[in-house]
């Protein structure tokens, strides 16, 4: 039975009546809330509710890259070594000193602490760290684990005495000292160790044993995670100001998937903290009672790349056009807030061997069309330039995982449109993504980026046998594209001194832009919403969250 | 006898065909769970290292010895593992499934009494609210679940405190989902419900109750209600598919751990063996219910009965 038109007019103007009121109401409604009082003394006791996007879907701590995974294992393992998350500089943990080094990074050695026990009471021992560095450096095909990506050339471990253990590597491996302090590294009992990928997925997380300042108490598949603090613990980095137990008694990980919901809840009171504040929200928690934490994730920076081995993008003046043809400061001030700075270069300002190389970055669409048209593109009938037949239309991946990338591509459609570049969005969920973005023939520019706090994370981007974002490695016949640049980017992780590696970073950036390989778009952070009365918070090196400093101030 | 037992045949062969066409479709998209758990540039594994996993997983053999492996592992009642966690399919079916039965059960519930109230006071309520009740439906069917569902939350959790989404009871965590659910659901119900009582009331004998003095209960309840209850009934089974639809969207947004979630982050991940397991029971439950459906049939019109020998 249809309404009659009038009626149905009225009816939706009912419904967006109400949904309007409904959203104001959600955000002036914490405002009032919470008059925390002022205390000085951190306070032992209790639960933290806070809030993931997703579910986890494995604890196994190579796969803890992902952050709803990552979230987990940062509080409920230990590492060899702490990583400052302000300075990045390397200290001792469950390591009593950073390792002894040979002269070439090949071996390295390591004391291990005394007493430190997993929770379900075995010892973390030398055998023990060894069986743990032997399976990330390696993986096991044959149980589905993969290596860990930040340890390279890994050989074999060795226990030379009760306290001491020695790693081999085939060829120098400067990251490896950093790549034990990442949660990819994380410390796990003999009896995690013999999982398989089966048994370290969703179902089985109280099985998986750390020695860290939490335990997984209880798990109900898809919704929720309760983590419990750890009495007997007292091994946290010599360098905190917080030892022994955690101050929360237990965290409650629940996940809420609607951006809405989740903002809501906090601001609210129903929770005490929540990941993933979209940009548009932030301001919500500007009210008094709630506060806002943007950790940076200290790596390679939220960008495009762009598959120069396409015939279109091969000419470098398309791509120095298109980079001069994107307005950046309009994106990140239409989209974004303050908590996104603008990118000067392939890195954050803040990550190891950041170089400035802002000026290859500049918007100048005059410049672009003139270096179109040097190229020989000229505009078609239907304003988009052509050139031999080919017209310039460029597809772009959607990376979901990033805020609002379809977004900042729609941004680039309309500013590049104006110069006659056609830009599409490759649709799709995750499988179509990756599947399309590992074709340069479908997706022409790559929009991703990394969070890793060590130099290796250029290499791990844009290096052919990793990340690969360039396509530089054709993986049907194996070709290379641009061997110096594989060259460039495997001195990073074969140099082994810092001073060595700084320069070895620096260069790979430079010619990074020099070639027009890439554009960094900003720096992305990974942004919690609080309660104001939770105190403490603070993130890991590339912004996961660590709770066992959290306490709660009510 | 032989009428069940076709219909039990005839649901074997549906299972089946959904089971295949469900399999070709995954098949035939681009990209596999493999390649978006494994392939995925955030796990920097080599190509070399992707080829072992496939190996392992025995994505390397031919597609029809893979399918009719795992059809005759689901006969035997093994789901698999999902490829996305490595959490095995049957564990997560255990969890989700009691909770999507649960809010389906009562977001049907709610949504035939929603349903009921709408049809009744539309055609037999007072003259003035008829027209406004008689536009409910259409409006229902055409606001989004999603927005329903966050405008309840945003008005009765966050603005006005009465029912928290976090922590909540095994009741309180029910009541705007089933709210969310029902009123989606009950417009379709309702529709038909309003036009059977009107094509009903126009009949005849209606005229002849009336004149021998039955009161407007009586003619409702006695006389119009069992004539106009049978196309509802219809639709009731044929409302399963939006149940399903329903509640993806209600679970996604409430946070609730049922199926509804569980098919989503399937799908995004392409996530074989658990997507195959959901179109599976959906499948069955549609199955499942439309027989009971047709059972029903001859249970509540006389007229029905012996038809079917």
């Known amino acids: ?554 | 006898m032989t009428y069940v037992l076709r219909r039990l045949g005839q649901a074997a062969v549906v299972l089946l065909l959904a089971y295949t066409v469900a399999y070709v479709l995954l098949a035939a998209l681009p990209g596999d769970a493999v390649v978006a758990r494994f392939a995925s540039p955030e796990l920097g594994l080599s190509p070399e290292q992707l080829s072992v996993i496939r190996e392992a997983y025995g994505f390397d053999r031919p597609l029809w010895e893979r399918y009719l492996e795992s059809v005759f592992a689901f006969v035997r009642g093994d789901f698999g593992y999902s490829v996305q966690t490595g959490a095995s399919v049957s564990t997560l079916l255990a969890t989700a499934l009691p909770s999507s039965l649960v809010l389906a059960a009562w977001g049907l519930g709610a949504a035939i009494l929603l349903a009921v109230g709408i049809a009744v006071t539309a055609t037999f309520g007072p003259r003035v609210i008829r027209r406004g009740f008689r536009s409910l439906p259409p409006l229902f069917v055409s606001i989004p679940v999603f927005f329903v569902g966050i405008v309840l939350i945003q008005v009765f959790s966050f603005r006005l405190g009465l029912i928290p989404v976090i922590n909540a009871t095994p009741v309180q965590a029910l009541i705007l989902p089933v709210a969310t659910l029902a009123i989606p659901l009950s417009a379709p119900l309702a529709q038909v419900l309003i036009r059977s009582i009107d094509e009903v009331r126009a009949q005849p004998f209606v005229t002849v109750v009336r004149a021998r003095g039955a009161s407007t209960s009586w003619l409702l309840w006695r006389n119009v209600a069992r004539n106009a209850v049978l196309p509802a009934l219809t639709m009731a089974g044929l409302i399963f598919g939006e149940l399903v639809g329903g509640a993806v969207v209600t679970e996604s947004v409430f946070g609730r751990a049922g199926v509804g979630q569980l098919t989503a982050q399937a799908v995004a991940a392409r996530d074989a063996p658990v997507l195959l397991a959901v179109v599976v029971f959906s499948a069955f439950a549609f199955v499942i219910i439309n027989l009971l459906v047709d059972l029903a049939y001859p249970v509540l019109d006389p007229r029905l009965r012996g038809a079917r020998r």
């Open chain 1, 1 to 554: 039975m249809p309404l009659p038109r009038p009626l149905r007019r009225v009816a939706l103007a009912a419904t967006a009546a109400v949904a309007a009121a409904a959203l104001l109401a959600g955000c002036s409604a914490g405002g009032a809330s919470s008059g925390a009082s002022v205390n000085a003394e951190p306070v032992t006791g209790g639960t933290l509710t806070y809030l993931e996007p997703q579910t986890w879907t494995t604890l196994y701590p190579p796969s803890a890259g992902f952050y709803p995974n990552g979230g987990i294992v940062n509080n409920i393992t230990d590492r060899l070594l702490y990583q400052d998350p302000a300075t990045l500089e390397l200290q001792p943990w469950i390591a009593t000193a950073l390792p002894e080094v040979n002269e070439d990074a090949t071996q390295y050695t390591f004391t291990i602490r005394e007493g430190v026990t997993y929770s379900d009471g075995t010892a973390l021992d030398a055998a023990n760290v060894v069986a743990n560095i032997d399976l990330f450096g390696k993986g096991d095909s044959s149980r589905k684990l993969t290596q860990s990506e930040a340890i390279n050339n890994y050989d074999h471990g060795e226990v030379v005495d009760a306290t001491t253990v020695r790693f081999f590597f085939t060829a120098p491996s400067p990251g490896f000292a950093q790549a034990v302090s990442t949660i990819n590294s994380g410390l796990v009992s003999n009896s995690t160790l013999a999982k398989t990928a089966e048994t370290f997925g969703p179902g089985n997380a109280t099985t998986v044993i750390g020695s860290g300042p939490f335990v997984i108490a209880a798990e109900e598949v898809g919704t929720k995670i309760t983590l419990k603090a750890r009495d007997d613990y007292d091994w946290a980095p010599p360098s905190r100001e917080h030892q022994g137990r955690p101050y929360l008694d237990g965290i409650d990980l629940i996940v809420a998937a609607e951006d809405s919901v989740r903002v809501g809840t906090v601001v609210a009171g129903q929770a005490d903290a929540a990941r993933q504040i979209e940009a548009p929200d932030e301001a919500q928690f500007a009210a008094p009672g709630l506060a806002l934490v943007a950790a940076s994730t200290n790596g390679v920076n939220n960008g495009l790349s762009f598959r120069f081995r396409n015939p279109l993008l091969a000419d470098i003046r398309v791509r120095q056009a298109i980079i001069a043809g994107i307005d950046r400061q309009d994106i990140v001030d239409t989209l974004f807030t303050a908590n996104y700075p603008l990118a000067t270069g392939a890195l954050a300002k803040t990550a190891l061997g950041y170089t400035d190389t802002s000026s290859f970055y500049a918007y100048d669409p005059v410049k672009a069309a003139a270096l179109l048209d040097e190229a020989g593109w000229v505009p078609g009938a239907d304003g988009i330039r052509v050139k031999d037949g080919q017209r310039l239309a460029i597809a772009f991946n959607e990376a979901l995982p990033q805020p609002r990338s379809a977004e900042v591509v729609t941004i680039i459609q309309e500013q590049l449109a104006k110069l006659g570049i056609e830009v599409s969005l490759t649709p799709g969920d995750m499988a179509a993504q990756t599947a399309a973005s590992l074709d340069e023939n479908i997706v022409q520019v790559y929009h991703s980026m990394v969070g890793r706090a060590d130099f290796d994370v250029l290499k791990s981007q844009y290096f052919s046998k990793n990340r690969n974002t360039l396509l530089n490695l054709h993986r049907a016949d194996g070709s290379i594209g641009d061997s110096q640049l594989d060259t460039l980017l495997a001195a990073i992780a074969s140099t082994p001194t810092a001073e060595g590696r700084t320069a070895a970073s620096a260069a790979a950036q430079q010619y990074l832009a020099e070639q027009a390989y890439i554009l960094p778009i900003f720096e992305e952070p990974q942004v919690f919403g609080l309660r104001g009365d939770v105190k403490g918070f603070h993130t890991e090196s590339v912004g996961r969250p660590s709770f066992a400093e959290v306490w709660l101030d009510r």
